[in-house]
C-alpha cells in the first residue's frame, strides 16, 4: 500500500510539464501559422492573362482571394475579352485557367 502512494504525489508534476510542452507545441504551430498566412501573398497579372498592355497585379494571401479579385477587374475593366473567353470556356474553366497563372512569393 505504502509502494502506490509513493508515485501518485509524483503526478501531478508530469502532468504539468506535459502541459508546458503541449502549450509550446500549439504556440509554435500558431506563430508558424500566422508567418505562412502574413508572409506569403499570391499574385496574379493581367499580363499572363493575356492582355500584355494592363500593368493590374492582382495581390492576396489566398489562391481564392487571387482569384475573385481579378475576375472582379477583369469584368470590369476587359468585360470584351471576358465575353470572347466566355464563348469557349466555363467561368470554372476561367477560374482553373487564372489559378493555374498564379506565383507564390515569399
Ligand atoms: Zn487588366
Redesign the pocket.
Known amino acids: 500500500m505504502e509502494l502506490v502512494a509513493h508515485p501518485q504525489s509524483s503526478r501531478p508534476k508530469f502532468f504539468r510539464v506535459q502541459f508546458v510542452v503541449r502549450t509550446l507545441v500549439l504556440l509554435n504551430f500558431v506563430t508558424n501559422l500566422a508567418t505562412i498566412i502574413l508572409i506569403h501573398m499570391f499574385t496574379l497579372m493581367?499580363k499572363d492573362l493575356g492582355?500584355p498592355n494592363?500593368p493590374?497585379i492582382a495581390k492576396g494571401h489566398t489562391e481564392d482571394e487571387v482569384v475573385s479579385m481579378m475576375l472582379e477587374?477583369?469584368m470590369f475593366?476587359?468585360p470584351e475579352r471576358i465575353k470572347e473567353m466566355m464563348v469557349t470556356m466555363t467561368e470554372e474553366d476561367v477560374q482553373e485557367m487564372m489559378r493555374d497563372k498564379i506565383r507564390r512569393e515569399i
Open positions: 493581367c492582355l494592363c493590374y477587374h477583369a475593366t476587359h
